[in-house]
C-alpha cells in the first residue's frame, strides 16, 4: 500500500481529520514561537543600539511565523504548495530583514 493510500484511508476512517498534520502543525508551531521571540528580541536590541528608525522588523516578524510553519510542514510532508509558501515567506522575512538592519545603519 502506498503512503497517499494509507494517508487517505486514515482520513476517510477518522472523519476527514489528518492526525498526523495537525501533529506536524502543532510542532512547527513551538518552533516559530522560537523563532519569532529570537527575531524580535534581536531587532529590539539593534534598534535600541542604533538609536531607532523605521520598524521593518515588525514586517519580518509578521513573516516569520508562516514562514517557519511552512518550512515545518514542508520537512515532514514534501508538499510543493508548502515549499512554495515557505520560500516565498522567508524571501520576505529576508527581504524586511534587510531593509530593517538599512535603516538603522542610516540608511533612509
Not at 7 to 28: I, M, T
Not at 70 to 78: C, M, S, V
Request: glycine share 12%; with cysteine.
Amino acid at each position: 500500500m502506498e503512503k497517499e493510500e494509507i494517508l487517505a484511508r486514515s482520513r476517510e476512517e477518522n472523519g476527514g481529520r489528518d492526525f498526523y498534520g495537525q501533529e506536524v502543525e502543532k510542532q512547527g508551531n513551538g518552533a516559530a514561537g522560537i523563532a519569532m521571540a529570537a527575531l524580535a528580541t534581536a531587532f529590539f536590541l539593534i534598534q535600541l543600539a542604533a538609536g531607532g528608525g523605521m520598524n521593518w522588523g515588525l514586517y519580518a516578524i509578521v513573516f516569520c511565523r508562516p514562514a517557519v510553519l511552512a518550512w515545518a510542514k514542508w520537512a515532514k510532508l514534501r508538499e510543493g504548495r508548502q515549499l512554495s509558501l515557505a520560500l516565498a515567506c522567508t524571501a520576505g522575512v529576508a527581504l524586511f530583514s534587510i531593509c530593517h538592519v538599512y535603516v538603522l545603519l542610516g540608511g533612509e
